[in-house]
């Protein structure tokens, strides 16, 4: 027993030995294929990675016409070094997000080091290892870890973390505070929870007696002015704070009764908000204690009065919590519990404003996990320091790790690629739309088209509620399906579905042009080449670059013998950028006007 304390003292050793178990923990996800928005942004290149515009990202354009959403360019700079280093390999993205994770796990250990020592604790090496165990396993990171999109929170944790330890160490030299402002400023870009960050440090010093300290003067006026640059460069082109759509939500009530008085239905509006605010809580709480039931898509909030009831009962009863353990000076408690409550602020600002596609995700767990994991691993060794409680607490804390790493194991498997991540989405949520479209497009991309077409109807069937844009992507995808296999007709009813649906859908344009085009090449019939060149036309106009409509545009062109024209589209359709082997198509057209040949592209 004394060799293992020593051990634990050791943190160099202990570092190195967190950083391997990490590693090795979410080593299986090396295997793990692109899902969800990684497929869009890293393989399809929808989102264009270049060293050259890193300045641009940190720096935006200013610009009138504002984007609700994302300023992150440390998040950027990092998918720019994978893109050179690894192309398109999974592997390498899943390993930088593997070292990222292991990284953020150390500066955390070292961090809880640093405020169980500030706050006067005697065993703190054991509570700091148990906690970062706790952090490494939890299975709630998932998500975070094992979704190359999830970097995000990860860098932003080991941002924060880096930050945190930084403001700690300069109450022992002011000089630590230019460290403190960069880590600020990375976590910053690296996702908008971050800003939650002078708050935490302001609880912490309240906690430890230092609020009032002059230099805290200096240290709070960096944070502040950190923070106003930030808004400042965020606001150049993005929207910095969401508009609290409180007349739409009274809209809604209004709907129920119009004699009611706009004000008792802004008074509702803003009752609703509040609910969608306790029930996210209790939502967020509930799976970092019981990290069961785990979904990639969370689809709703739970509102209902039981819930809300038990949110407000959970949350005084934390904070009551709170203010015994800051009585009792039990000030790890105290400050965990904050930190906790605070870190979910921005997440769940984010279920009620409507922010993103799901209400609720796992992934914004990683950062308030570390408040939780650390008032975990103080209470067991706190319990384990009792003669009577010794053996319990070390049996609860065996049954916690290996439940933990069993869990996070199998939640690895849900993210190895999109047919296995969106069957259990659509198992988990079966009355959303979204799960079943991409579990459909994942079955299309598999050769299933049998199950393909059934995960789309179902989408699109009347009970499930979607956008219209969202309805036409799902129709157009179902339409792609039919084309594939031959079925022009079925495809061209789906196609003209998605235009009902959405009418500004361009890509629809683009495939109703293609079967045109392939009626055209099998009746030879002029005017199915006219119908195929209008829905092109249409699919150009709303889309800068679209390579693809060029090129069959280009085909139709010299098919119809309006040969200069072809030559303008073939060029077009190279500048926009094609897959390797629609270029040669594109070169083959061009090679008629340049070197005289006859072959034309089939």
Known sequence: MEFISKLIRNRVFIAVFLFLVSFAVYSPSLKNDFVWDDVEVITKGSVSFDSSTIYRSIVPEATDSKAPRYYRPALYASLVADQGLWGVSSFGYHLTNIIFNSLSVVVFYFMALLILGEFGIAARDWAAFLSSLLFI?????????????????????????LAFISHILSYRSLWFLSLTGLG??????????????????????????????????????V?????ALYLYLRGRAFVNLPEMAVSEIAEEGMRGGAQLSEHISRITGYFGLFKVLLASYLTYLNKLILPTGLNAFITSVPVHIAYIGSSVVFLAALCVLSLISVVKKENVTAFSIMWILIALGPSALV???????????????YIPSAGFCLLAGYWIVEAAAKPRFRWLALGFALVLL??????????????????????DASLKSPYHPIPHANYGLSLSNAGDTENAVREFKIALSPEMRDTPRGKAVTANNLGIVYLETGDYPEAEKWFLRALEYDPGYGRTYYHLGLIYYIKGEVTGKIDNYEKAESYLRRALSRYYHYGRANLIL???????????????????????GLPEHLEGEARDILEIDDAGGNKEPE
């Open 223 to 227: 944070y502040i002015v950190i923070l």
């Open 402 to 423: 290996v439940w933990y790493g069993s869990t996070n194991y199998m939640r690895q498997r849900v993210w190895r690629n999109d047919l296995a991540l969106w069957r």
């Open 554 to 576: 280009a085909k139709i062109y010299l098919k119809t013998g309006q040969k200069e024209k072809a030559y303008e589209e073939a060029r077009a359709a190279l500048r926009s």
């Open 351 to 365: 279920a009620v404003f409507s922010i993103a596609s799901t209400p609720l995700a796992e992934r914004y767990l």
């Open 184 to 221: 600020f400023i990375l976590s910053l870009f690296s996702k908008e929870l971050a800003v939650v960050f002078p708050v935490l440090v302001l609880m912490y010093d309240l906690l430890n007696r230092r609020l009032f300290e002059r230099a805290n003067i200096i240290r709070y006026a």
């Open 137 to 161: 396993l939890h299975p709630i990171h998932v998500e975070s870890v094992s979704w190359i999109a999830g970097r995000t929170d990860v860098l932003c944790g080991l941002f924060i973390f």
